[in-house]
């Protein structure tokens, strides 16, 4: 069964950082291109980054540009995101999923929720 | 760029049609056909079921259908089914820069 499975979530203070992972069972990420999209509790999906299958290229989110890196490491199987200098407005969970260059999502993962919180 | 912009909320009888609509700018919707949609169940993860404006994924049903004209997007369920019953929400290909744009999500009250 084709899987993906994100983990690294959980309670931060403001001003910290997280890493998120997301590993594949079933699934080849190699090939892939890959983004990563949060969901705020109680609200919408908002893609924040986007990284191509060698990992040359990468794009993020205005709203969160110079904070979060997004990395991958194809003989991992794994694709990575590093939230720095964390917020209030960061809280949501986060979502892996395959990405396609034209900006469609299929294979999401289950997500891993980040709470910022003194 | 802002979100693309759905109705909060659509309802339908079961085995009726429901259409939920997707305006976006001719930056996004309009000037790609790079338009999806997704159903999400609450504490779910999304599942994508348009791609490309109107392909369907398999193992979608034919129930679900998309359209574009000009600048707004149309996800429309037929044949309602209270399994229907989830937020859905659209998305665009903005270009190179910005990536994607996706809309604000429209729960669907199967009644």
């Known amino acids: 069964q084709e899987q993906l499975v994100a983990s690294g979530g959980g309670l931060v203070k403001p001003g910290g950082s997280v890493r998120l992972s997301c590993g594949a069972s079933g699934l080849s990420l190699s090939g892939s291109y890959m983004s990563w999209i949060r969901q705020a509790p109680g609200k919408g999906l908002e893609w924040v980054s986007y990284i191509s299958s060698s990992g040359s290229t990468k794009i993020y989110a205005d709203s969160v540009k110079g904070r979060l890196t997004v990395s991958r490491d194809n003989a991992m199987n794994s694709l990575y995101l590093q939230i720095d200098s964390l917020r209030a407005e960061d809280t949501a969970v986060y979502y892996c999923?395959?990405?396609?260059?034209?900006?469609?999502?299929?294979?999401w993962g289950q997500g891993t929720l980040v709470t910022v919180s003194s | 760029q802002s979100a693309l912009t759905q109705p909060r909320s659509v309802s339908g009888s079961p085995g009726q049609s429901v259409t939920i609509s997707c305006t976006g700018t001719?930056?996004?919707?309009?000037?790609?056909?790079?338009v999806s949609w997704y159903q999400q169940y609450p504490g779910k993860a999304p599942k994508l079921l348009i791609y490309v404006v109107d392909k369907r994924p398999s193992g979608v049903p034919d129930r679900f259908s998309g359209s574009k004209s000009g600048n707004t997007a149309s996800l429309t369920i037929s044949g309602l089914q209270a399994d229907d019953e989830a937020d859905y929400y659209c998305?665009?290909?903005?270009?190179?820069?910005?990536?994607?744009?996706f809309g604000g999500g429209t729960k669907l009250t199967v009644l």
């Open positions: 998305c665009s290909y903005a270009g190179s820069y910005t990536f994607v744009l």
């Open positions: 999923a395959v990405s396609y260059s034209s900006g469609w999502f299929d294979h």
């Open positions: 001719s930056s996004d919707v309009g000037n790609w056909n790079y």
